[in-house]
Structures are given as structure tokens and as C-alpha cells.
């Protein structure tokens, strides 16, 4: 009896648990059953409300438009769109002033259009500011087509320039960048370099200077450049030693070098010019004092030579890293190139010189110290007077 009851036993507890289980699974099958019919409710409920919504949106949607149709809807939107286009006219003026268009005959009309606003006159007002508006649009053609032909015909006098000579400001560009640059060309058949010095010899401290236009006028030039670094009085090192400089110049009007000594110093590289035709020297010290020349000086660094840029031969002062001012000159064949040009470092600097056609060039004095002057007008400058200058003067 004992071993039916125990099988007995575990028999009852499987089918109460299979019993369990079932009853568990039937109680969800309803739960979700339920949870789906209240949901098809919500369901239905919304597609009601959706329709309630449809129709009234459709009604709203008519009424609408027979608000629209209305006179005084149309005139109210008359004023609205008349007032929003006047501002708009106003901004686009504003907007084309600062590019250069001559907006006068179109902002002269505001007191007119205000003046009909005011008598409610937005038919009118809104006509004449769509004429208004469209004569500023051509107004604003006539401005990039005048500016595309200001940008040929510069084009031209550059290419000129380079080809013939003369002088010109324009923006070069360069393999390292646009730079803005005043520019004399000159032929060396035609045009003669001369380099002068304020003072008739050697000096050591208060030396004399001159303007670049009397450096300029004393040697019956037509232009001229700065020349070489000299130590001018605001700067503290320069106390003891001010307006001197130590860079060897030959003075043309004297025939002979000053601070000739230091030709043969290392580091600074040397322009000459003799007749039609100038001379580089790398470093100065590889010049023959011996040789003829008609004009020349030394400076820091040599930024052409044969065509290469040899800025980085030179050990050069952290300003002369930075972007300045600066001016150079530079030859190749009988051409010689006189640039001041903006917002440069040396190393840029020669890639100026080497864009407008020069195969060898000098760094010449920057910062305060740069002049360019030509035919009586000073292009550049006028900054410090000069203790030294490079003149050009008609043979």
C-alpha cells in the first residue's frame, strides 16, 4: 500500500501543477484579449476624432478662403507684404552701399514711398518698390560689370607693366599666396639705379637723413625705394649709435663704397648694378672690391638667387619671420624690380619678386622705415627719413 501511495502521490503533484500552468496561460490569453479589444476601442475612438478633426480642418479650410476672397483681407495683406518689402528695399540698399553700388537714385525715393504709405496709398507704394527693387538689381549688374572690367584692364597694365615698365599697384599671386604690392619695372637700357647716402662718408652716431623724395629730387630721379637698415633714434639699442648704419652702400653721386670695411662681413648678401645689368652676391664677402660699379649696397637676407629663394641661407631676427611691410629689389637680365609689398614675411617676399619675373633680389628695410615713391607721389610711406635710398633716374 505504502509503495502506491508514494507514485500516487507524485501523479497528483504533476497534474497540479499541469493544472497550474494551464490556468496561468488561460488567465493571460484573457488579460491580452481584453487589453486588445479596449485597444481597438481607442482605436476606433481615435478614427472618430480624427474625422471630427478632418471635417473641421475642412471647414476651417473654406472658411478660410472665403476670408481670403474677402476685400479686406486682400488689402490688409497689401499693407503687410508693401511694409515688409519697403524694410527689405531699405536692407538691400544699406547692403549695396557697402559693396559700392551708388544707390542714391533709389534711397533718394524713400521720402516718396513714406509719403504714400502715409496716404495709404499701397497699391502705388507697392508698385514703385518693385520698380525701385528692380533698378537696384541693375544698379548692382552695372557694378560687378564695371568691376570685372576694371579687373581686365588691370590684368592688362600688369602684364604691360611687367613687359615695358612703369609702375602699378596690384595684388600678385603667388606659390604662396596673394599678396597686394607696389611695383616699378624698370629697363636698365633706359633707366639708370642709383644708390646715395645721406652722409658723404663713414658715421658712427647722429648721422644725416633725408626724405625719400629729396634723395630722390637731389639725384634728378623720377622714383625711388628705401634702402638698407639703419638704427633709428626710438629704438633703445640705437642710443649710443643712432641713425647710423653699418651695411655697405656705394654712393653713386660720390663713386665710392661707404662702410667699404664691411664688405666683408658674413651673412648679408650684396646688389649691384653696372651699365644694363646687375650682380647678386650670395654673401658679400665674395665681392671684389676691385670691381666697377654704378650702384649698390648690402642687406639681409638675399631672397633670389638664379631663380631659387635662398631666404632660409641667412640667419634671420624673429621680425623678419613675421608678416609686415617690406620692401626689396630684384633683376633679371636688364629689368630691375622695385616692390613694397603688404602683409609679408621675407621668405613671401621673394616669392613676390620671383612672380613678377626677377631671378635675383635683396630684402631692402621694412616696418617704419618704408618709402616708395614715384612721379612725385609717394605710393608707400612716407615712414622714417633715410639714411640711405635706391633711386631710379632716366639715361
Not at 48 to 74: F, N, Q, W
Not at 356 to 375: E, M, P, R
Amino acid at each position: 500500500m505504502k509503495r502506491l501511495l508514494i507514485p500516487l502521490l507524485l501523479l497528483l503533484t504533476f497534474l497540479l501543477l499541469g493544472y497550474i500552468l494551464v490556468r496561468s496561460k488561460n488567465q493571460k490569453i484573457l488579460t491580452l484579449t481584453k487589453n486588445f479589444k479596449e485597444s481597438e476601442k481607442t482605436v476606433a475612438l481615435l478614427k472618430d476624432d480624427i474625422k471630427v478633426k478632418e471635417a473641421t480642418i475642412s471647414s476651417l479650410s473654406k472658411e478660410l478662403e472665403g476670408i481670403r476672397g474677402t476685400v479686406i483681407y486682400k488689402e490688409l495683406k497689401l499693407i503687410k507684404d508693401t511694409l515688409i518689402n519697403f524694410k527689405k528695399l531699405k536692407d538691400k540698399v544699406n547692403s549695396y552701399q557697402k559693396l559700392g553700388v551708388k544707390t542714391e537714385s533709389v534711397a533718394d525715393k524713400f521720402p516718396i514711398l513714406t509719403d504714400l504709405l502715409l496716404e495709404l496709398k499701397f497699391e502705388e507704394a507697392s508698385s514703385s518698390i518693385k520698380a525701385y527693387d528692380d533698378n537696384l538689381e541693375k544698379l548692382y549688374e552695372q557694378k560687378k560689370e564695371e568691376e570685372r572690367k576694371a579687373l581686365e584692364e588691370l590684368q592688362r597694365r600688369y602684364t604691360q607693366v611687367l613687359d615695358q615698365g612703369g609702375y602699378i599697384r596690384y595684388s600678385v599671386r603667388t606659390d604662396v599666396g596673394v599678396f597686394l604690392a607696389d611695383i616699378l619695372v624698370a629697363d636698365l637700357n633706359k633707366v639708370r639705379v642709383i644708390t646715395d647716402t645721406a652722409n658723404d662718408s663713414d658715421c658712427k652716431r647722429d648721422c644725416a637723413l633725408l626724405t625719400l623724395a629729396s634723395f630722390v629730387s637731389r639725384n634728378g630721379g623720377f622714383a625711388g625705394i628705401n634702402g638698407s637698415y639703419y638704427c633709428p633714434p626710438e629704438y633703445p639699442q640705437c642710443s649710443d649709435k643712432k641713425n647710423s648704419f653699418d651695411f655697405p652702400v656705394y654712393n653713386s653721386r660720390l663713386g665710392k663704397w661707404i662702410n667699404k670695411k664691411n664688405l666683408f662681413w658674413d651673412n648679408r648678401a650684396l646688389i649691384t648694378f653696372r651699365g644694363n645689368s646687375g650682380s647678386f652676391y650670395k654673401f658679400e664677402k665674395s665681392y671684389s672690391t676691385g670691381t666697377s660699379v654704378d650702384a649698390g649696397l648690402a642687406m639681409v637676407p638675399g631672397l633670389l638667387q638664379n631663380g631659387s629663394v635662398i631666404v632660409g641661407s641667412y640667419k634671420l631676427e624673429a621680425k623678419e619671420q613675421i608678416r609686415s611691410t617690406r620692401s626689396s629689389i630684384g633683376f633679371s637680365g636688364s629689368k630691375v624690380y622695385a616692390i613694397t609689398a603688404r602683409g609679408v614675411n621675407t621668405y613671401e617676399l621673394a616669392y613676390v619678386q620671383k612672380a613678377v619675373g626677377a631671378k635675383n633680389a635683396l630684402a631692402l628695410d621694412g616696418g617704419g622705415s618704408i618709402n616708395f615713391y614715384y612721379n612725385g607721389v609717394y605710393y608707400a610711406g612716407p615712414g622714417r627719413a633715410q639714411a640711405n635710398s635706391i633711386i631710379f633716374k632716366y639715361r
